[in-house]
């Protein structure tokens, strides 16, 4: 059934949804701070109001979509892959407590907007507390292009997506350096130990990080140069400085910002995370990725698991 869709963010992310959404014959209205709709006429009588707005204006968005006319009936969807700087909350936790009453489902997997653009197939996850919410989601962006998968682990799908974007960072500056392939599988399989270790505090299942939105997401993003958060990495290795690489990047790095409520993160509850660590220092210029690798390579050794 034809659904109305207001899509919040016509970034790359918002565009490709907006265009998967109108593939399957859904009316779509995209909302962006430069375009000419105004917010209002954008979410109202949408069915699903989708946000794939960048983390630093969700919850400003959030609160102006409050004052907006809403249905009861409407369900929220989030694309964004970040925490909030200041309350350290995803954007899933900031969207149900601005609309306790409404459905509120996470869409988030292995999606380089870019291949996706291309018509390239891809899968995704799209999870909620109200499985009916995240089904109704499920239909309208599924197709023979773009097969999506339901879970009802929000928070976990939320932080794969979240999570990895520090990975991917590392990843960058791994091949960067040209550490080879060995260096890589160890990188990115400690990422993933180091992200259920986070996620579990956070409240995350531990198996939701073995699916599309956990080690998929990692997968994809680790190696890839279409994403933003390799590419942050891989130039810092070559010696740009994290400002040259902001300045020319196509779109968002969110791993740069989750980084640093990673740390506050870390410090408060008090969860080892070294790789995380290493980036943030990377970030804030207090080591090069040479003495970032060797502070990763020198750790006290230890047994492989351990609680
Ligand atoms: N591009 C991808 O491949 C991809 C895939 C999956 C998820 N995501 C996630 O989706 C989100 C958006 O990514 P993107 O690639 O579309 O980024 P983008 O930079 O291309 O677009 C970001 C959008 O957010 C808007 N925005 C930024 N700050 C805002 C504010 N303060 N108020 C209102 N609007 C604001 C921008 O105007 C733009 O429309 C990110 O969290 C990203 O991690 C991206
Ligand atoms: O370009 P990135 O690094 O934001 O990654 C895009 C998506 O999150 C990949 O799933």
Not at 77 to 95: E, F, H, M, N, Y
Request: aromatic share 4%; with cysteine.
């Amino acid at each position: 059934m034809t659904k109305t869709i207001a899509i919040l963010g016509a970034g790359a992310w918002g565009t490709t949804l907006a265009n998967l959404a109108r593939a399957n014959d859904h009316q779509v209205r995209l909302w962006s701070r430069q375009g000419d709709l105004s917010l209002e006429d954008v979410v109202k009588n949408a069915e699903i109001v989708l946000s794939a707005i960048s983390m630093k204006g969700v919850q400003d968005v959030a609160l102006s979509v409050k004052s907006c006319q809403i249905s009861p009936q409407t369900i929220f969807v989030t694309a964004t892959k970040g925490l909030d700087a200041k309350t350290t909350r995803t954007p899933s936790q900031i969207w149900q407590t601005e609309f306790p009453d409404h459905s509120v489902v996470v869409l988030s997997g292995p999606n380089l907007s870019e291949e996706i653009s291309q018509g390239l197939p891809a899968a995704t996850v799209v999870a909620s507390k109200n499985t009916a919410a995240a089904q109704v989601v499920q239909q309208v962006f599924s197709s023979g292009r773009f097969r999506v998968y339901t879970n009802s682990d929000p928070v976990g799908v939320e932080l794969g997506g979240t999570l990895k974007n520090v990975m991917a960072i590392a990843s960058g500056v791994c091949d960067g350096l040209h550490l080879g392939t060995n260096a890589k599988a160890a990188l990115v399989t400690r990422g993933l130990t180091e992200i259920i270790r986070i996620g579990k505090v956070l409240g995350a299942k531990t198996e939701t990080f073995y699916g599309l939105s956990g080690l998929g997401d990692l997968l994809a993003t680790c190696n890839s140069p279409l994403s933003r958060n390799y590419q942050v990495g891989y130039q810092l290795a070559s010696g740009k400085t994290l400002t040259e690489i902001l300045a020319s990047l196509p779109g968002t790095a969110e791993g740069v910002n989750t980084c640093q409520v990673l740390m506050q993160i870390s410090q408060e509850q008090n969860i080892t995370m070294p790789i995380t660590e290493q980036v943030y220092r990377l970030l804030e210029t207090q080591v090069t990725p040479k003495q970032a690798l060797d502070e990763l390579m020198l750790r006290d050794t230890k047994p492989e698991y351990h609680q």
